[in-house]
Nanobody, 126 residues
């Protein structure tokens, strides 16, 4: 049974950092690629980043490039999203999902994700 569980969210001041984790079970990270999406109140869900652990490919949305870093821990079967220099506009519920690839396309085509976690709140505010 495929399951994804996000953790690491919370409240942080502007300019601060958080590290989100996406713990996967029911499959290994060389089987599915993983993407992170987020949804702010009143806005559509947007792609943030993705990773293919098997190929080493990573991809970032322009709005987070240079601030966020995605990585995979195969021993823990977990994907991490290190978020630095956080801004109030990064406030959203963040979701990880299983993707069929990792590229700019997969930061748009959320309908091509098979499984999703429950989401975790990130709030950036002073």
């Amino acid at each position: 049974q495929v399951r994804l569980v996000e953790s690491g969210g919370g409240l942080v001041q502007p300019g601060g950092s958080l590290r989100l984790s996406c713990a996967a079970s029911g499959f290994t990270l060389d089987y599915y690629d993983i993407g992170w999406f987020r949804q702010a109140p009143g806005k559509e869900r947007e792609g943030v980043s993705c990773i293919s652990v098997s190929s080493g490919q990573t991809y970032y949305a322009d709005v987070v490039k240079g601030r966020f870093t995605i990585s995979g821990d195969t021993a823990e079967n977990t994907i991490h999203l290190q978020m630095n220099s956080l801004k109030p506009e990064d406030t959203a519920v963040y979701y990880c999902g299983t993707a069929r690839g990792c590229s700019g396309h997969y930061l748009i085509a959320e309908d091509e994700y098979d499984y999703w976690g429950q989401g975790i709140q990130v709030t950036v505010s002073s």
